[in-house]
């Protein structure tokens, strides 16, 4: 099981869904009583505009590290 526990994503100047300007993020995971970390880039409005990562909620679970990618990349 995997539980978000938290979402940093890093202040861009103009950051955008389609300008090449794509802010860095690092997400807290637990998995299975384990805290891992997931970095990537993602738009400006976090639904993985350009090939970019889709952002999850805080406190949203998944059951296995498969299910979160393809959500991400969904």
Known sequence: ??????IAVE?????GCNNGNYPHFRMALN???RLEFYDG??????KGCS???R??????V???M?????????
């Open 1 to 6: 099981m995997i539980k978000v526990i938290g």
């Open 11 to 15: 202040e861009e100047d103009n950051p």
């Open 31 to 33: 998995c299975d009583g």
């Open 41 to 46: 880039n993602t738009c400006r409005c976090h």
């Open 51 to 53: 090939n970019t990562d």
């Open 55 to 60: 952002l999850p909620s805080e406190g949203q």
């Open 62 to 64: 998944f059951t296995n």
């Open 66 to 74: 498969n299910r979160l990618l393809a959500f991400m990349r969904s």
